[in-house]
């Protein structure tokens, strides 16, 4: 490109002001902030939704709601708080970090990378607005069927059921067209001399979750389509009575349903290596270990989905079998556990905010770890399914695994994106009151499983009352130090001691080579690596 | 903040249910079935696994954080893999206890639960049929021509705090499954409508009741007593409150149970060769109503707009019932009560009601709510049209 060219090029790349930049961009850090917001603000809806829920679990007896707003509101939380908060995060840190930690230019389809974050808000749009159209006589509300969907509940459902097909097909066009962008984009714009055992630990984690999504979303998206016309087109999928099977849709579900955890722990583990190299000041290890860890996790993933429906009846073979694969998974994590501690050992740890959150998310996920390998022995699960024991158990790999996670990430790079450290005092209050008040939440969910609590109910007996106020006080706390987050994040952006290039000192990779901020375009001229 | 956070503590702990039944259980409930009891040991043994993995994995990452830190002036070190055969050795060893831990350790007393837990059928002594249906079980005795259905005993003013929770609350019926001691029970389950999953906690058994389908489990009960339980999945606005209640009597005790049922359910079937007068229908039809058809239709028949139609001024039940031939009129009333609605929670009620239950509450339908068609349904036409 000569010089005049190249002028000519940024003359034309000046982006439209005010809200048409953000609606037409096609820079690959304005949409990961946008997934970033938009991850944050319904990580704040979902959160609330299941607040509501805590306060009506408080204590015995229906004080705050009926019990059909009760099921919306435990369906809608993890629907949002899945697809709309912790994939989203993943994809807005994929936008941002993999062009700069491979030294591309942008994402490989800019265009795509547009339409794939804009789906989001209609779907979100969708999935939450049955709960307005209620309140003006429209409807019975959102869907009431929790996020499994199962039939024939979802059968019988009313409407909200139909926003939410609409909604989840929304979502994983949106999932799909951001895998295949990130799978181009890794596979051909990588800086010269960065082969595939050089790429950055994300990247990987992330190219692992890409071909999950590409792999189960269409499962998910036909279940939900078989789901739509049986509800209204006369046909019998999922009902016996024409020939149909209603554990059909569980299958189709869970075969979506469980790579569904590792598409969400993946990047998280992807840069969980990273983090703790730069506060251990100490290369990563294990690097080739935990690359073939991830591909033999993400191939077992796709294969043990039956351990979600073990009551259902399935033949004892069916049982061994998903029973054995699913305590498999047990070895490529443990090596992956094996990594981060040896990564850790004999290094030159400091315990900032990134720090603590990834050791948090390393110890609490270890309890959801080795409670899902309880929860694989088909006959103990028998006790454990259905019960508070499974709601404590994924939280602990979701809430801890996953967004304890993403905090992490959110810390190691906040000063990357806005070019501000961000309040070191703020943020570890943030992550202590966390831990603390996650653990209050969660660890006496697991007594109320094994004394016999179901999930999803409304309303439980008196035998169980301790543990539910306990539970509920737990997550106001948790709920309100969020907004610490919140309160550091817009303080952040605002303004704050500048980074530096720099801001953590045991930082690697290309993306801390760059200004903090770093300019609109980045790596226009490719870096040659070593 | 430091003064008001103990503030705030006191008003919650305050706010906190003291109950005498309230306790703080930290395990299963004691199991009375070899199956629970098996399922107990297998939870505690892999418990203790967990937990010793737990404590020595994080003692080391402890150490770890501890030790080695910038702050001790810990130089970092630049390993990135094992070096030598030794190291080599180390780090496999995770990997083979992990493997060691789940296909022996665990494999093994896993494999045998699985497969005495799935051995429904070798030496059982009776069956007993399940079925759920929104939201209550129903109970049937093959062998002995008894069925019956068992729903929430709890009042709802309990549920809206209206009046104080009795002891049992939410985990009472008005009829309890009653099985005999030391006698091996297949349990065979079904549904009318949704997925409900019928589970006793002290029984270790718990499997889903799946429409159009029959799945199975069991249960030997080693002591007499009461032993309750809950529908665990998610069937509908009524999921919490259907409860599982099983009473255990000794041999003597239960075919003493039986006899009544039978001469119960014989004298049921008696009344439905005689006529009715209106009244007994009637009031009959007032207490099938509250029972099954309230929880839906409201106790005023006013429905919930949008998910239960309305039964006062319905055109359904304020429409023709029988055609003059006494054959039934397509979509109308005893039709829908008989038949149900397909994809609706309207269910085929002749499945779980007698002759004169749906005959009353027909009847009592026609007649109340500001309905006033003025006719009844007999016991004996709905006998006919079965």
């Known amino acids: 490109m000569t010089t005049g060219e190249l002028a000519l090029h940024q003359a034309h790349a000046v982006p439209p002001r005010g809200w048409l930049r953000w609606l037409t961009t ?105 709960f307005v159209l209620a309140l003006f006589g429209v409807g019975t509300g959102a869907v009431g069927t929790g996020w499994t969907l199962y039939a024939p509940l979802s059968v019988q459902d009313g409407m909200g059921m139909d926003f939410a097909i609409f909604a989840i097909h929304l979502l994983g066009i949106s999932s799909v067209m951001g895998s295949i962008n990130i799978i181009v984009t890794i596979l051909n714009l990588r800086a010269p001399g960065m082969t595939l055992m050089k790429l950055p630990l994300f990247a990987w984690g992330w190219l692992l979750t890409a071909f999950m999504l590409v792999a189960v979303i269409p499962v998910l998206a036909g279940a939900v389509t078989m789901l739509l016309t049986d509800r209204h087109f006369g046909t019998h999928f999922f009902n016996a009575g024409g020939g149909g099977d209603p554990i059909l849709f569980q299958h189709l579900f869970w075969f979506f349903g469980h790579p569904e955890v590792y598409i969400v722990l993946f990047p998280v583990w992807g840069f969980t290596p990273h983090i703790l190299s730069a506060f251990a000041r100490k290369p990563v290890y294990g690097y080739r270990a935990q690359v073939y860890a991830f591909w033999v996790i993400g191939v077992l993933s796709v294969i043990v989905w039956g351990h979600h429906i073990m009551t259902s009846g399935l033949s004892t073979a069916g049982l061994l079998y998903f029973m054995y694969s699913t305590m498999a998974i047990s070895l490529p994590l443990s090596v992956l556990f094996f990594c981060w501690i040896a990564t850790l050992w004999r290094g030159a740890m400091t315990f900032e905010a990134p720090m603590l959150f990834a050791l948090g998310m390393i110890v609490l996920f270890g309890v959801g770890g080795l409670t899902g390998l309880v929860l694989a022995d088909a006959a103990a699960d028998a006790q454990y399914h259905h019960s508070y024991f499974v709601v404590a158990h994924f939280h602990y790999t979701l809430f801890a695994g996953g967004i304890m996670g993403i905090m992490a990430g959110a810390y190691f790079w906040l000063p990357k994106m806005t070019g501000h450290l961000y309040s070191e005092k703020l943020a570890q209050w943030h992550f202590w009151l966390t831990a603390v008040a996650f653990n209050l939440t969660f660890l006496p969910q697991f007594f109320l499983g094994l004394a016999g609590m179901p999930r999803r109910i409304p309303d439980y007996a008196l035998q169980f009352a301790d543990f539910n106020w306990v539970s509920s006080v737990g997550a106001f706390f948790l709920g309100a130090a969020q907004l610490l987050f919140l309160v550091n994040v817009v303080k952040c952006i605002r303004g704050g001691p500048p980074a530096g290039d720099k801001p953590w000192e045991g930082a690697q990779g290309l993306e801390w080579t760059l200004p903090s901020p770093p300019p609109r375009h980045t790596f226009q001229t490719r870096p040659v690596g070593e | 903040m430091s003064v008001k956070f103990p503030l705030l503590l006191a008003a919650l702990a305050a706010a906190a249910p003291h109950s005498a039944r309230a306790e703080w259980a930290w395990n299963f409930p004691a199991p009375v079935t070899p199956l629970a009891l098996d ?38 070190a630049t390993f990135t893999r094992p070096s030598t055969a030794a190291q080599v050795f180390w780090t496999t060893i995770p990997f083979l206890v992990f493997a060691f831990i789940d296909f022996i350790l665990m494999g093994i007393p896993a494999y045998h639960s699985v497969v005495v837990m799935e051995d429904t059928r070798s030496d059982a002594d009776m069956v007993v049929k399940v079925t759920g249906s929104q939201w209550k079980w129903q109970y049937e005795y093959p062998e002995e021509g008894i069925r019956f259905v068992s729903a929430l005993a709890t009042t709802p003013e309990q549920i809206a705090d209206r009046a104080a929770k009795g002891e049992h609350y939410l985990l009472e019926v008005d009829h309890p499954l009653v099985l005999p001691v030391g006698k091996k029970v297949r349990i065979l389950l079904t549904s009318t409508d949704v997925i409900h999953t019928w589970w006793v906690p002290q029984f270790g058994a718990k499997r889903d009741a799946i429409p159009g389908f029959i799945r199975e489990t069991w249960a030997r009960i080693e002591r007499p007593g009461t032993y309750r339980g809950q529908c665990a999945e998610l069937c509908g606005k009524g999921h919490g409150f259907m409860p599982v209640v099983v009473q255990a009597v000794a041999e003597p005790e239960y075919r003493l149970w039986v006899a009544r049922q039978k001469g119960e359910q014989a004298a049921q079937a008696a009344g439905a060769e005689r006529v009715w007068s209106r009244d007994e229908l009637m009031k009959q039809g007032e207490t099938v109503y509250g029972k099954v058809c309230a929880v839906c239709h409201q106790a005023q028949g006013q429905g919930i707009p949008g998910a239960f139609p309305a039964l006062a001024g319905s055109k359904v039940v304020n429409g023709p019932a029988l055609d003059r031939q006494g054959r039934l009129v397509k979509d109308g009333h005893l039709d829908r009560v008989m038949n149900g609605k397909p994809g609706t929670a309207m269910q085929a009620f002749k499945a779980t009601l007698s002759d004169s239950e749906i005959a009353g509450v027909v009847t009592y339908e026609r007649n109340s709510f500001g309905n006033k068609m003025g006719d009844a349904v007999q016991p004996a036409q709905v006998k006919a049209l079965r």
């Open chain 1, 26 to 130: 096609t820079n690959h850090k304005d949409i990961g902030t946008m997934y970033l917001v938009f991850s944050l603000a319904m990580f704040f809806v979902g959160g609330l939704m299941i607040l509501l829920v805590r306060a009506e679990l408080f204590r015995p007896g229906l004080q705050l709601m009926e019990p059909e707003l009760f099921n919306q509101l435990i369906g809608v939380h993890a629907l949002v708080m899945i697809f709309m908060a912790l994939m989203p995060a993943a994809t807005g840190f994929a936008n941002w970090m993999i062009p700069l930690m491979i030294g591309a230019p942008d994402m490989a389809l800019p265009r795509l990378n547009n339409w794939s974050f804009w789906l989001l808000p209609p779907a979100a749009t969708l999935l939450l607005m049955p």
């Open chain 2, 39 to 76: 399922t107990l040991h297998v939870h505690n043994t892999f418990m203790a696994i967990a937990l010793a993995i737990f404590v020595v994995v994080f003692a080391i990452m402890l150490y770890s954080i501890f030790t080695h830190r910038k702050s001790r002036g810990m130089e970092p």
